[in-house]
């Protein structure tokens, strides 16, 4: 089954900061702390996905399953590795450049922790997917190296096919199934933009990065856009799944 396109594709003709390697890029201070600042947080994501698969593949309910969900889980260690070795690269300390999004990515899973199996994958498939296509978006005003890395640790690493596959068959099984999946994927939806803005608003960096300052930024309409085009690409999951968005 396919799965829907990614919320926003690299432009055709990149201008700007969009156009540069990062050694040229690098030479606008608030550009440099702005990438270390989105590395991190993507850095300290991929190290909870990885957590949050391992702490998963316990629920699983075949040999199966949990092999698969820890295949998963490795993809994204090795992710979190790619950008802390790029962060360590670009002479900046990985821990010090994940610790600010700590609280607000922490947050997030303890209020969105799921009680069992199926809630887990849509939070995998829904959830984790929300908040890569606001990283792919930001990922088109970046430079070229930096875009590159982005979009690489941003690929799906399994979840798509099977969270697809497993949940279509136990709304198959039990049709009451979907009504509870849903209410929970509606909520993951309203936590995901709220936390994917406050990582955005904590950081001055990164939010002069997008609205404008530097990197051929977004402005306020251009916000409105991306946010739709991010709510439309999760109700194409939701469809994906057999869910009512």
């Known amino acids: 089954m396919e799965t829907p396109d990614t919320a926003a594709d690299t432009p055709a003709e990149p201008t700007g900061i969009a156009a540069l390697d990062w050694k040229a890029a690098a030479d606008e201070p608030h550009y440099r702390a ?4 989105l590395l991190g947080a993507l850095a300290y994501g991929e190290l909870a996905a990885f957590e949050r698969l391992a702490e998963d593949a316990k629920l699983a309910p075949t040999l199966g399953d949990k092999a698969e969900l820890a295949k998963m889980a490795s993809a994204e260690f090795h992710h979190f590795e790619q950008l802390r070795d790029r962060l360590t690269a670009i002479g900046a300390d990985a821990t010090e450049a994940m610790e600010p999004f700590v609280a607000a990515l922490d947050g997030f899973h303890r209020q969105t922790a799921p009680s069992d199996w199926l809630e887990g994958l849509v939070k995998a498939y829904v959830g984790d997917s929300i908040a890569s296509d606001f990283y792919r978006e930001v990922a088109a005003r970046l430079d070229v190296d930096t875009r ?5 640790v941003l690929d ?24 509870r999946l849903a209410l929970w994927a509606r909520r993951l939806m309203g936590e995901a933009l709220s936390q994917s803005q406050r990582v955005v608003a904590d950081r001055d960096a990164l939010s002069t990065m997008l609205v404008g300052g530097v990197a051929d930024g977004f402005d306020l309409a251009e916000v409105g856009r ?3 085009r991010i709510t439309e690409a999760h109700t194409k999951r939701m469809a994906a799944l057999g869910l009512a968005a």
């Not at 702005?34 to 600042?37: F, G, L």
């Not at 799906?156 to 009504?179: L, Q, W, Y």
Request: proline share 3%; no cysteine.
């Open 34 to 37: 702005a990438v270390v600042d």
């Open 148 to 152: 590159r890395l982005v979009l690489g």
């Open 156 to 179: 799906d690493t399994g979840h798509a096919s099977f969270a697809v596959e497993k949940v279509r068959a136990a709304i198959e099984a039990d049709p009451r199934v979907g009504g």
């Open 226 to 228: 991306m946010f739709s």
